[in-house]
C-alpha cells in the first residue's frame, strides 16, 4: 500500500539553527499537509499546500515556518530558526482530495526534531 | 474554533474485552476521521466519518451529526489495541486543517 515517508526520523539541532524536513507524500494525492505533536500532547494543523501554494495555515505557522515543494515529488517544512519550544514530532500527510470530499487523511511516521 | 473532548482520557481494559470511544465536538462538521497512534508514535487512519456508520472488522464507528458526536467501537481487544485513538474534525467553514482532540489513551492486558 502506498505510503507517505518522511526523513529524516530524527534531527537534533541547536537552538537558532535552520532544519529542513523531508516528505514524499503518496504519489496520486493533491493535498499536502504539516502537523505537529509536541510530547505527550495533542496533534496540531500547522499548514496544507495544494497547486503549489498554502491554502491554510494555523496561528502556530508563523514567519519562522515555510514549506516548498522543490520538484515533483518532495514536499519540505523549513523552520528558519529555530527555538527550545519547536522541539516536537512533525508529521506530514497527504490527501488524494480536499478534506470534506471523502478523502482520509494519511500520515507519515513522523521527524521527532530536538532543539538544544 | 471548533472544540472536540474525547472521553475517557485513559482506559485499561483485559484483552477479549469491549470498549466504546466517545468524541463530541461544538459545532457542525464537514470532515471527521478516527485515528490510531500506536506506541511507536505513527498515526493510522481509522475511518473517515463525518456522518453515519462504518464497519471494518473488530472496529466500527457511528456519527450522528445533528447531535455532534461520534463513537469508536473495539470489540474482542487485542494488545495490539493499546495506543492512543484521536479524534480529528474540521468545520463547516470549509477548513483544510483538522482539529485533533485530546485522545483516549488505550491499555490492553494480556
Known amino acids: 500500500e502506498p505510503e507517505v515517508t518522511q526523513t529524516p526520523s530524527h534531527q537534533v539541532t541547536q537552538m537558532g539553527q535552520e532544519v529542513i524536513l523531508r516528505c514524499v507524500p503518496i504519489?496520486?494525492?493533491?493535498?499536502f499537509y504539516w502537523y505537529r505533536q509536541i510530547l505527550g500532547q495533542k496533534v496540531e494543523f500547522l499548514v496544507s499546500f495544494y497547486n503549489n501554494e498554502i491554502s491554510e495555515k494555523s496561528e502556530i505557522f508563523d514567519d519562522q515556518f515555510s514549506v516548498e515543494r522543490p520538484d515533483g515529488s518532495n514536499f519540505t517544512l523549513k523552520i528558519r530558526s529555530t527555538k527550545l519550544e519547536d522541539s516536537a514530532m512533525y508529521f506530514c500527510a497527504s490527501s488524494e482530495l480536499w478534506g470534506p470530499y471523502n478523502s482520509p487523511l494519511h500520515f507519515g511516521n513522523g521527524t521527532r526534531l530536538t532543539v538544544t | 474554533g471548533i472544540q472536540v473532548e474525547q472521553s475517557p482520557p485513559d482506559l485499561i481494559l483485559q484483552e477479549g474485552a469491549n470498549s466504546t470511544l466517545r468524541c463530541n465536538f461544538s459545532d457542525s462538521v464537514n470532515n471527521l476521521q478516527w485515528f490510531h497512534q500506536n506506541p511507536w508514535g505513527q498515526l493510522i487512519n481509522l475511518f473517515y466519518?463525518?456522518?453515519g456508520t462504518k464497519q471494518n472488522g473488530r472496529l466500527s464507528a457511528t456519527t450522528v451529526a445533528t447531535e455532534r458526536y461520534s463513537l469508536l467501537y473495539i470489540s474482542s481487544s487485542q494488545t495490539t489495541d493499546s495506543g492512543v485513538y484521536f479524534c480529528?474534525?474540521?468545520?463547516?467553514?470549509?477548513?483544510?486543517?483538522?482539529?485533533f482532540g485530546k485522545g483516549t489513551h488505550l491499555i490492553i492486558q494480556p
Open positions: 504519489s496520486n494525492h493533491l493535498y
Open positions: 466519518i463525518p456522518s
Open positions: 480529528a474534525v474540521a468545520g463547516r467553514g470549509g477548513a483544510d486543517g483538522l482539529t
